[in-house]
C-alpha cells in the first residue's frame, strides 16, 4: 500500500513559480501511475497532471505549456514543476496512485486512483 507525502505548496505572486513534491513510501513505486490534482474552494477535484509508469506526461489543458510533471522512480518521487502561476491556479494540491501492469497507463479521474495524500496549499496572489 502506498503512502503519499506532499510538499512545496506556499504562497507565490502571479507570474512566478513553485515546485511541488510527492514522496512515495513502500514498495514499487516505478509499479505506479502517478497523477496530481487539485481542489478549490467549493469547487470539485480536478485532474491537473498524470505520468504513466514509462515516463509520459499528460495535462490538463489549462495548465499545458506551464506546469511539467516528472517522477524519479530512485527516490520514489514525483514533482510538478509549475511556472506562470494564475491566480487561478490557487487551491490545495493533491498527489494520486494508481497501481497497474500497463507502463503506458495514465488516468485523469479522481476514481482510477487508488491513494492520495494529504494535499498541499497553492496560493497564488495577484
Known amino acids: 500500500q502506498a503512502q503519499l507525502v506532499e510538499s512545496g505548496g506556499g504562497l507565490v505572486q502571479a507570474g512566478g513559480s513553485l515546485r511541488l513534491s510527492c514522496a512515495a513510501s513502500?514498495?514499487?513505486?516505478?509499479?505506479?501511475?502517478m497523477g496530481w490534482f487539485r481542489q478549490a474552494p467549493g469547487k470539485a477535484r480536478e485532474f491537473v497532471a498524470a505520468?504513466?509508469?514509462?515516463?509520459?506526461?499528460r495535462y490538463a489543458g489549462n495548465v499545458k505549456g506551464r506546469f511539467t510533471i516528472s517522477r524519479d522512480n530512485a527516490v520514489n518521487t514525483v514533482y510538478l514543476q509549475m511556472d506562470s502561476l494564475k491566480p487561478e491556479d490557487t487551491a490545495v494540491y493533491y498527489c494520486a496512485a494508481t497501481l497497474t501492469t500497463n507502463v503506458h497507463y495514465w488516468a485523469s479521474n479522481v476514481p482510477e486512483y487508488d491513494y492520495w495524500g494529504q494535499g498541499t496549499q497553492v496560493t497564488v496572489s495577484s
Open positions: 505520468i504513466s509508469r514509462s515516463g509520459i506526461p
Open positions: 513502500g514498495p514499487t513505486f516505478s509499479m505506479y501511475a
